[in-house]
């Protein structure tokens, strides 16, 4: 999938190694009441470092912002493809 320029994590600003994952995993589309296509689809996926995707995990993105403030305007920068939908569940239209 190709995307802007140089790739970087969509997170932490790093150039790699970089793997695509979902934004929001897509175990958790019951969670929130969505149908699991809205979360598994190329457009939902974004680069990420391989060592911030580990350290996320099944986080949401909420947790993983709470926890790491400094990536969210980067990555509301970043990820600026995302349908509302999943911004919304990524908490990017809170503020």
């Keep these: 999938m190709a995307k802007r320029g140089t790739q970087r994590c969509?997170?932490?600003g790093s150039e790699g190694p970089l793997t695509v994952d979902h934004v929001v995993p897509i175990g958790f589309w019951r969670q929130y009441g969505v149908r699991r296509r809205v979360l598994d689809n190329k457009s939902r996926t974004e680069y990420?470092?391989?060592?911030c995707n580990r350290e996320k995990g099944g986080m949401?993105?909420?947790?993983?912002?709470?926890?790491h403030p400094e990536y969210k305007k980067r990555f509301r920068y970043q990820a600026r493809y995302l349908s509302d939908t999943v911004k919304e569940i990524a908490g990017l239209l809170d503020d």
Excluded: L, M, T
């Design 10 to 12: 969509v997170y932490c």
């Design 48 to 51: 990420w470092r391989a060592r």
């Design 60 to 67: 949401s993105p909420r947790e993983w912002f709470a926890r």
